[in-house]
């Protein structure tokens, strides 16, 4: 389980730089960006915020989502 502190801080790395990127927690395994819709997993209870991973789920329609994500390579 990820911690809630944490993810009140944690952003989407692409919106925060327009001070943007409030994240949204689905099926306690995925953060979604409310302002680009990026998909970040959450791999072994660690969030996995890089941009090019939430590129890769931009697509995926938050109902297709694999839970648990695939491990990060
Ligand atoms: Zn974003």
Redesign the pocket.
Known sequence: MVEEKLLEIL??????QED??L?HLVRQTWLI??????KYPIVDDIPVMLIDE?DKWLAVAEADLPVPPPAVK
């Open positions: 952003r989407c790395p692409v919106c925060v943007k990127g994240l960006c409310q302002d680009c819709r990026r939430g």
